[in-house]
């Protein structure tokens, strides 16, 4: 296993409610990176955080907003969540040392359903 | 267009084949390549990371041409446990991943 950890399993939420999803880095990694994959889909990148800042961001609207705590844990928060939210919800962990990014390893994501 | 585009397949392959599928990127500038193997409603796994040079890792061959910005993936003797959806990955260098739909391999005994 990658030691990337992801809270809750699944969720459900109903249409303009808000959501926090958690993620626990592998030991040793200081960046997370969050992705959102729909059904029949790749991943897509939402945004990465190295050293709690947020080192880019991906084609995603302001409600989907993210921190990373000094353990280098994060959470993905999603305001005024919307049907087409629903997808699997993966965290990827790496070590980024002098400014080259590392492999990524994934948690086994979040599925959010929003009714 | 897309960034990384991927035949989605199926590839139905009998058990002890070889089967072989590639992917295009757009970016240039992309610095680092990867395949990642998903299972069904489970999270990619790294498979292997892709040179240019050519790199294997047992039944697994992948190739990279940055010129043609193609990179290709081959499967040898097939296992029923190689049923799976394989993603191509480009990374740019601050390492923010672009995937691929992923394309679906499917071994039949």
């Known amino acids: 296993e990658t030691g990337v950890t992801q809270s809750p399993t699944h969720l459900i939420k109903t249409r303009g409610q808000q959501v926090t999803l958690r993620c626990s880095s592998q030991?040793?990694?200081?960046?997370v990176s969050w992705y959102q994959q729909a059904l029949g889909q790749g991943p897509q990148f939402i945004f990465q955080?190295?050293?709690?800042?947020?080192?880019g961001r991906g084609n995603f609207p302001p409600r989907f907003s993210g921190l990373q705590f000094p353990n280098y844990s994060s959470e993905l928060n999603v305001n005024a969540l919307e049907l087409d939210d629903s997808a699997l919800y993966l965290c990827?962990?790496?070590?980024?040392?002098?400014?080259?990014?590392?492999?990524?390893?994934f948690g086994p994501g979040t599925r959010l359903t929003v009714l | 267009r897309k960034e990384v585009e991927q035949d989605p397949g199926p590839f139905n392959v009998p058990e002890g084949a070889t089967v072989a599928f590639n992917c295009t990127y757009s970016?240039?500038?992309?610095?680092?390549f990867f395949w990642y193997r998903q299972d069904c409603r489970k999270e990619p796994k790294l498979l292997m990371s892709?040179?240019?040079s050519g790199n294997e890792d047992g039944r697994f061959t992948a190739q990279l041409n940055r010129a043609s910005q193609y990179i290709s993936l081959l499967i040898r003797d097939s296992k029923l446990s190689d049923s799976a959806t394989y993603l191509c990955?480009?990374?740019?260098?601050?390492?923010?991943?672009?995937f691929g739909a992923g394309t679906q391999v499917v071994v039949t005994p």
């Open positions: 990827a962990s790496s070590l980024r040392l002098a400014g080259d990014a590392d492999t990524q390893y």
């Open positions: 030991s040793g990694h200081n960046t």
């Open positions: 955080y190295y050293r709690e800042e947020e080192n």
């Open positions: 970016n240039s500038a992309s610095q680092s």
């Open positions: 892709v040179y240019s």
């Open positions: 990955v480009v990374a740019d260098s601050w390492g923010k991943l672009q």
